[in-house]
Each structure stands twice: as C-alpha cells, then as structure tokens.
C-alpha cells in the first residue's frame, strides 16, 4: 500500500521562505511523477509544480522564479521550496503521486494529508 506524508507547512510573513517535504511509502511501484498542488477556501484546487522521474519540471506562472522543486528518487521525496512568498500563496498543499503499480500494470493517483500554509501581510 502506497501512502503519502506530508510536513513543512505553517505561519510565515510575506517575503519569508518555507520548504514543504512529502514521502512515498511503499516499494512495489514505479513513479511517473511527483507534484505539489494547492487549495484556498473557495477556489477550485490549482497545480503548483511538478516534477517527473525523469527529473523535468513544470510551474504555474503565477510561482516561477520563486518556487522551487526537487525530488529524490531513491527516497521517493518530493520538495517544494518556496521563497519571495506573497499571501495569495496561502492554502493547503497537497503532495501528489501518479504511479503504475508493478503487480497489476495500472496507473494510480495518491494524494496526501494536505499542509496549511499561511502567508501574512
């Protein structure tokens, strides 16, 4: 069984940094890509960054150049550092997996716990 988790979130004031980690659990899968996606009160979920195994990166405009991703393929960790933070980055983030699972050859799509992250003015 696959899980994800989370940590990293919390209370920082504009133009602080924060560095968000999540950890794949679970060996019998080969992973297509990690990302990080997120959720303010109201608003429909928005994909942050992403990273595939391959080690290609991908943004939405509105964090380029201040955010950015890594991953650790041995650990299966992905990381989210983000810089410059501005309080329209406030929501929850979550860490996302799209994975085949060697047993069954189906594509798979975890999500984690979610963080809460708040950006003060």
């Known amino acids: 069984q696959v899980q994800l988790v989370e940590s990293g979130g919390g209370l920082v004031q504009a133009g602080g940094s924060l560095k968000l980690s999540c950890a794949a659990s679970?060996?019998?899968?080969?992973?297509?890509?990690m990302g990080w996606s997120r959720q303010a009160p109201g608003k429909q979920r928005e994909l942050v960054a992403s990273?595939?195994?391959?080690?290609?990166?991908n943004y939405a405009d509105s964090v380029k150049g201040r955010f950015t991703i890594s991953s650790d393929n041995v650990r299966k960790t992905v990381y989210l550092q983000m810089d410059s933070m501005r309080p329209e980055d406030t929501g929850t983030y979550y860490c996302?997996?799209?994975?085949?699972?060697?047993?069954?050859?189906?594509?798979?799509?975890?999500w984690g716990q979610g963080t809460l992250v708040t950006v003060s003015s």
């Open positions: 990273v595939t195994s391959g080690g290609s990166t």
């Open positions: 679970g060996s019998s899968f080969s992973t297509i890509a």
């Open positions: 996302n997996l799209k994975l085949i699972d060697w047993g069954t050859a189906r594509h798979s799509e975890l």
